[in-house]
């Protein structure tokens, strides 16, 4: 079974400086891999998403991932946090399965700091 | 504009009482999950349905019942509430096919004492 692995459960980020969240992924083949964010309250997001191609993947809001076969990792990141990026963030793993059957990360929470 | 909407947004039980949580989505989406959240344990799959007519058990089903009333609709049942079960839940929906993402309903804050 597919498994993801958030290592970092806070991150302090001052604003303006750049930012990387950590994800690596278990699974046999070459996976579907995302990252969600969910703002305090509400439900999750698409941030963006990698299914095959270009292993740099632009999404939402500035952000982006790279997908790294050889690590099993797909992090995220942006050049330059603004204080409303504040939230936290989920890498998940789907599989083939015909439908969107996601395993979820244990989520890295962002501050930003002034 | 609604997307998926959940009702209610919060409820308290007694342990033993039931309760249904009400699932809608307005996108025609085949597809329809019920999420769990924890602290420091991410979204956890309870139950999903792939079409109208078909339910299947995620990875923590125990305790829960779904019902798939028709494409819309996907509710998310309680019979004997557990402290347990004390938890955030969110409904979700998506389209056919593997590259579908997750719309998510806004989540209901549920607390059994």
């Known amino acids: 079974a597919q498994s993801v692995t958030q290592p970092d459960i806070h991150i302090t980020v001052s604003e303006g400086a750049s930012l990387e969240l950590r994800c690596n992924y278990s699974y046999g083949a070459t996976p579907y891999l995302f990252w969600y964010v969910q703002s305090p309250g509400q439900g999750l997001q698409l941030l963006l998403k990698?299914?095959?191609?270009?292993?740099l993947v632009q999404g939402i809001k500035g952000f982006e991932a790279e997908f790294k076969r050889s690590q099993s990792s797909f992090n995220l990141r942006k050049p330059s946090v603004h204080w409303s990026d504040a939230a936290e963030y989920f890498c998940?793993?789907?599989?083939?399965?015909?439908?969107?059957?996601?395993?979820f990360g244990t989520g890295t929470r962002l501050l930003v700091s002034p | 504009n609604a997307g998926v909407t959940q009702t209610p947004k919060f409820q308290v039980l007694k342990t033993g009482q039931s309760m249904t949580l009400q699932c809608a989505q307005d996108?025609?989406?085949?597809?329809m999950y019920w999420y769990r959240q924890d602290p420091g344990m991410g979204l956890r799959l309870i139950y999903y349905s792939a079409s109208e007519g078909t339910t299947d058990k995620g990875e923590v089903p125990n305790g829960y019942n779904v019902s798939r009333l028709n494409k819309r609709e996907f509710s998310l049942r309680l019979e004997s509430a557990a402290p347990s079960q004390t938890s955030v839940y969110f409904c979700a929906s998506s389209g056919s096919g593997n590259n579908e993402k997750l719309f998510f309903g806004s989540g209901t804050q549920l607390s059994v004492l």
């Open positions: 998940a793993v789907g599989i083939p399965s015909g439908f969107q059957k996601l395993v």
């Open positions: 996108m025609n989406h085949n597809s």
């Open positions: 990698y299914f095959s191609g270009d292993t």
